[in-house]
């Protein structure tokens, strides 16, 4: 299934900076195997802020970008010239944080004399199933969770992707966050909710299922916010706003009340079973047997039992990345470079594209 | 032989330029171009009108802004790259003290101006009503001194006289609020645009002068641009500061 043929060192030096991790890796395309990778993560950067800033991401990709390369390739005790593309994230992502690590896989590409292969974000993370073992075989069924996606794909290849269900609001990963700010935990909060789940009652809130039985394949995590966001007005006391009132502070749970773990548990659990009821629906409906969790909340333990569980249910397998690729990371888009090796061209025109359907992907092909 | 490879896309304007024994290959785009599409390929030109591949440059040098915060991680991101691997010397030069540059030639049409005293004034647009400012004393021996650092200013509170030594964007911005003669406006304009078409080789030129002295440069490693604008987002402590002392300040209004 892996046919990195076409390559000949078979080397593909990786570049991801589309949001806020600055991730660096070489693959080595021929073996299929990850030869060395960095990662600097700007979770700690943004904290203060409640949310990414998009300059200060793009000014931390530049400062950290070339270093994380250098140490990447000194560990694999790898020159320039060895390698046979530069693959980068092209999209989709922040503009100013995409632009960064594209410029500087443009410029080391051309002043190396290699092609460029742009990578398509998402792809690189419903891919990266493959560099697990085992490794799924085509088809599958691909659940996309993070903080930015929400989709369920049907692949039959690499490019060929159907759209089957996708959120209609929030994604998963944002719920997750969004709930975790409002029970007091501090940005990004999706995991210390995981954490704190574990030691409550998940049946203790009745926190709403959006869309379970639409009958169709869609998500919708919004109506969950409002409901967490209500749940924490009751426990505090807090009165709903006034009629006419332009806003009111959103109360927040204090880190030390009773009912915070059970309030987790019932959240975790109501998005895990969203999640996992439309995977199996579109397990039933394509009548393929294997499924693949990509993005970050694929990390996510309670999702990952729950599903194993329904999984086996149905007769069908579930495919995980390896942990450490379930974040962004340069690994997964070095991966895909390497498995579009024959679209790589000496083109060192940057355009990055903020905005990109994963749909809009074709199977690779050679260039004219 | 020597060959400085410069690239300046702070601002509406991109530059490249390669110096090859004080010879200039150049090339410079202005208005809505992508300069990040726009750049390498125009790298790759100038190189090869050169009859020059990226290992035969001995360094490269690029201006560090301050300007619109992506074009200078344009320019930073594309000449660390290439320094880093060819391996060869990266020269980080101020694009303000670029601009400045022409006025080492330029000083003839400024009778009553006081090189030796007078500050010589770059003003940029920074948009929001700011302005990057730099200023300089301009040696007997032509050479350019930086006297008052990259600074972030209301554009609204600078001024100057018209017999004033000044360029740049803001300049301009500034010479038409201050309704000075039209003469004196379209003056600034037309050196300010003679300014930005030799962006680049002023700043190959500097680096080219510091090369020659020995001056090993900065680490590509290590290169990063100048911002000068860095409060560019709020905390959410600070947030939260601001809307207490907002409503407080609300509920006094409504006391009274």
Known sequence: MKDFSTTRSGLVLGIESSCDETGIALFNGRIGVIVAESLHSQILLHAPFGGVVPELAGRDHIKYGLRLIDSTLKSAGISGNEIEAVAYTQGPGLAGALLVGAQLAAALAYAWGKPTIPVHHMEGHLLSPMLADPAPAFPFIALLVSGGHTQLMRVDGVGRYGLLGDTIDDAAGEAFDKSAKLIGLPYPGGALLSRLAANGEETSFAIPRPLLHSGDLNFSFAGLKTAVANEVRHLTGTALPARGAISAPQPILPDDHPRRADLAASIQAAIVDCLVAKSVAALKRTGLQRIVVAGGVGANQKLRESLNRAAEKVGATVFYPPVALCTDNGAMIAHVGALRFAEAKLDYSVNVKPRWDLAELRAPTPCA | ?256
């Open chain 2, 1 to 256: 032989m020597s060959a400085v490879l410069a690239i300046e896309t702070s601002s509406h304007v991109g530059a490249v330029c390669l110096l090859r024994d004080g010879v200039a290959f150049k090339e410079i785009v202005r208005d809505n171009t992508k300069l990040s599409a726009w750049v390498v390929p125009a790298i790759d030109r100038v190189l090869r009108s050169a009859g020059l591949s990226a290992k035969a440059l001995d360094a490269i040098a690029y201006g560090t802004g301050p300007g619109a915060f992506t074009g200078v991680r344009t320019a930073c991101a594309t000449a660390q790259a290439i320094a880093y691997a060819v391996n060869k010397p990266l020269q980080a030069v101020n694009s303000l003290t670029a601009l400045a540059s022409v006025f080492s030639t330029a000083y003839s049409s400024y009778p009553q101006f006081n090189w030796a005293k007078e500050e010589i004034k770059v003003i940029l647009d920074a948009r929001m009503s700011e302005a990057f400012t730099a200023g300089f004393i301009r040696a007997s021996d032509k050479s350019l001194r930086m006297v008052s650092d990259t600074a972030l200013q209301p554009i609204d509170q600078i001024t100057f006289s018209e017999n004033a030594a000044v360029l740049g964007s803001g300049a301009v911005i500034v010479a038409r609020r201050m309704k000075l003669p039209e003469a004196v406006v379209n003056a600034i304009t037309e050196l300010t645009y003679t300014a930005e078409n030799v962006w680049a080789e002023s700043i190959a030129r500097i680096a080219a002068i510091l090369v020659a002295q020995g001056d090993a440069g900065i680490d590509p490693l290590t290169a990063e641009p100048t911002y000068v604008r860095n409060n560019v987002a709020k905390t959410e402590a600070e947030r939260a500061e601001e809307a207490r002392r907002d409503t407080f300040v609300r509920s006094e209004e409504s006391t009274v």
